[in-house]
Nanobody, 115 residues
Framework: QVQLVESGGGLVQPGGSLRLSCGASGSIFSPYAMGWYRQAPGKQRELVARINSGGNTNYADSVKGRFTISRDNAKNTVYLQMNSLKPEDTAVYYC?????????WGQGTQVTVSS
């Protein structure tokens, strides 16, 4: 089994920044991708950003140029640096690890962008 623990969410004003972290533990075997998804009230969960074992990344169009995903393979940790936050970024953010076709999820962390 794989466990994912997120941290770093909170309340921030528009234009502000937050950094999310997600540490993975348990039976982890390379290669695997890690990423962040989010779900706003009344909406479906959507991909925000993902990074594979080789460091290749992809982002949702809505966050390109504002968010940066990175990972520390030695620590099995993924980060999401979020800058220039907008009210529409408000959502529960979920960490994801995908390995050998299996998805694992964190419990989610709330990000609220409001003045």
């Amino acid at each position: 089994q794989v466990q994912l623990v997120e941290s770093g969410g909170g309340l921030v004003q528009p234009g502000g920044s937050l950094r999310l972290s997600c540490g993975a533990s348990g039976s982890i075997f390379s290669p695997y991708a890690m990423g962040w998804y989010r779900q706003a009230p009344g909406k479906q969960r959507e991909l925000v950003a993902r990074i594979n074992s080789g460091g290749n990344t992809n982002y949702a169009d809505s966050v390109k140029g504002r968010f940066t995903i990175s990972r520390d393979n030695a620590k099995n940790t993924v980060y999401l640096q979020m800058n220039s936050l907008k009210p529409e970024d408000t959502a529960v953010y979920y960490c994801n690890l995908r390995g050998f076709g299996v998805d694992y999820w964190g419990q989610g962390t709330q990000v609220t962008v409001s003045s």
